[in-house]
């Protein structure tokens, strides 16, 4: 059993720059494949960036999220910047017991309990 413990969450001005992080139990964390996934209101919830044997950013994200992770303390990141009013979600983290890299939120094993981002125009 994994458990994922989301921070970082809260109320950033548009352009401004947040860091999630992901602090995840086990020990074969390394072996994971790891997603950041958002959900708005009325919206369904999609991955913005992955991370395992390869790494995968959504569109919308690409050049202003980077996703990584440190091994030795079994953590996954998500540094978001240049943050717009449509980024604003409950970001999820995700794992899945193998490194291949999905996007979609059924092939994922274990979720956090999610962090608010929210970003004022």
């Known amino acids: 059993q994994v458990q994922l413990v989301e921070s970082g969450g809260g109320l950033v001005q548009a352009g401004g720059s947040l860091r999630l992080s992901c602090a995840a139990s086990g020990r074969t964390f390394s072996s994971y494949a790891m997603g950041w996934f958002r959900q708005a209101p009325g919206k369904e919830r999609e991955c913005v960036a992955a991370i395992g044997w390869s790494t995968y950013y959504e569109a919308s994200v690409k050049g202003r999220f980077t996703i990584s992770r440190d091994n030795a303390k079994n953590t996954v990141y998500l540094q978001m910047n240049s943050l717009k009013p449509e980024d604003t979600a409950v970001y999820y983290c995700?794992?899945?017991?193998?490194?291949?890299?999905?996007?979609?939120?059924?092939?994922?094993?274990?979720w956090g309990q999610g962090t608010q981002v929210t970003v004022s125009s």
């Open positions: 995700a794992a899945r017991s193998s490194g291949a890299v999905f996007t979609n939120p059924v092939r994922y094993d274990y």
